[in-house]
């Protein structure tokens, strides 16, 4: 059984080293094997609408876009319902592939056995 980690990422162009590090980090843990779920909140949100994570630039760091399709590729990426819904974001705006879900889940996913969980 492969292992599993949650990422929480709250950040986006406004911390853009933490939000590159999130990204990474699931992306190098899919690769790795790793059952991977990564939760976009905050100003993270904005990266599930098409054409958003093309738009972020850090010197020195993977493209978002090269990373989150990875991550879409090989784990779960979930926008958080009410980070959505105060930006207005609907089902139907997110990138395919990509759910909407709440606290729930999130809680649920990250008490599940064995499963590490990290916050950027």
Same mark, same amino acid.
């Given at each position: ?13 406004? =911390? ?7 990204? +990474? ?15 976009? +909140? @905050? ?9 958003? =994570? ?20 090989? @784990?779960?990426? +979930?926008?958080? +319902? ?5 930006? @207005?974001? @609907? ?20 008490? =599940?056995?064995? $499963?590490?969980?990290? $916050?950027?």
């Amino acid at each position: 059984m492969p292992r599993s980690l949650v990422i929480k990422v709250t950040a986006g162009q406004d =911390a853009p080293e933490r939000c590159s590090q999130a990204f +990474t980090v699931a992306s190098v843990a899919v690769a790795a094997g790793a059952d991977v779920s990564l939760w976009l +909140t @905050g100003e993270s949100a904005w990266y599930a609408l098409p054409g958003r =994570a093309a738009e972020f630039s850090l010197p020195e760091s993977a493209p978002l876009t090269d990373l989150l399709d990875a991550v879409l590729a090989g @784990g779960r990426v +979930t926008l958080c +319902t009410q980070c959505a819904a105060r930006r @207005g974001i @609907g089902p139907d705006d997110v990138i395919p592939g990509i759910r909407i879900a709440g606290a729930a889940v999130f809680v649920d996913e990250v008490l =599940a056995d064995g $499963v590490q969980a990290l $916050v950027y």
